[in-house]
């Protein structure tokens, strides 16, 4: 058996190694891949099998994914008008390396969803149906770090900024999607399924800063803007455009409820309650 694991020079991919390991999986049955592999020769230290895997390389993708029996496609980043059709070169090396199952992280609410995310996520889960590709759609709601990242720069201000209104977002930790990816690619019967993927407890962004103000014993608050008003407080913090569209337009679909799942599908597939919120905090407050 060998697995494959697209993105392992980022943060979920790195995790969804971890946890393949912690599962049982022979280091030497893993395949690492990324665009630059040099940020993960410690996985080939460990007997990882590491190879470079370019989205917009089909060759290097032939060649990463040579001998692979099961695929974890981790999303790509961006540019996001790039995404769907590195995915869809992602998909044809898999087929062509005869794999039996991709596991694809994709978004929740991905075939309702409105949101430019969310299109991309769609276009590409369309794709491994049109391919009769063997595969299991992972879809990952927001990471409970899109959040605590933002902790210096709130306890600095006093306050969280976004335009989700009061739509309730059931954010988890990226370790708890990637135990999710290990589990269905080291058990069976994953194969044609759907999971809405998400934390036990969902919570407004409101509730977000009563959380941190309760942790720290500062006062934090919650502003809610227009989507416009986030994108320009966004683009005046130094975030690209681009990237401050896409997270405004999230925020606006946060609001709709489409970050919003009840399926209780993470817990299951990891055996345990999810990561909470206060627990996420504390630990990125230490």
């Known amino acids: 058996m ?13 995790l969804a190694v971890e946890a393949l390991l912690r599962r049982g999986v ?17 996985l080939a230290d ?21 001998g692979a029996d099961k695929l974890l496609l981790i999303s790509a980043s961006f540019p996001v008008d790039e995404r769907y059709e590195n995915h ?15 596991a694809y992280t994709s978004m929740a609410h991905a075939d309702t969803a409105t949101t430019i995310l ?3 996520h769609r276009a590409t889960e369309e794709y491994l149906r049109e391919r009769e590709v063997p595969s299991v759609l992972l879809r990952n709601g927001w990471y409970l770090e899109n959040y605590t990242a933002q902790l210096p720069l709130v306890l600095q201000h ?3 900024i976004g335009a989700a209104g009061e739509g309730r977002v059931s954010a988890v930790s990226r370790a708890d999607y990637a135990e999710a990816a290990a589990a269905v690619l080291t058990t069976e019967g994953h194969a044609g399924a759907v999971y809405e993927l998400g934390g036990d407890e969902a919570f407004t962004l409101a509730e977000l800063a009563a ?32 990237l401050a569209r896409v997270l405004a337009d999230s925020d606006l679909g946060l609001g709709r409820g489409e970050l919003f799942t009840d399926s209780g599908d993470l817990s299951r ?17 230490r």
């Open 118 to 120: 969310a299109e991309t």
């Open 2 to 14: 060998s697995i494959v694991v697209t993105g392992a020079t980022g943060q979920l991919g790195r």
């Open 158 to 160: 006093g306050a969280f």
């Open 88 to 102: 869809r070169r992602a998909i044809d090396a898999a087929l062509s390396a005869g794999v039996s199952l991709v």
């Open 26 to 42: 022979l280091a030497s049955q893993i395949v690492a891949t990324g665009r630059d592999i040099a940020g993960i020769k410690d």
């Open 269 to 285: 597939l990891i055996g345990r309650p999810t990561t909470s919120l206060a627990g996420a905090i504390a630990d990125a407050l």
């Open 211 to 242: 959380t941190v103000s309760a942790a720290t014993g500062k006062p934090i608050t919650y502003t809610d803007l227009s989507a416009d008003e986030l994108v320009e407080a966004l683009t005046g913090a130094g975030l690209p455009p681009e």
């Open 46 to 66: 460990r007997g990882v099998v590491v190879r470079r895997a370019d989205f917009a390389d089909p060759d290097s993708l032939a060649a990463a994914f040579a």
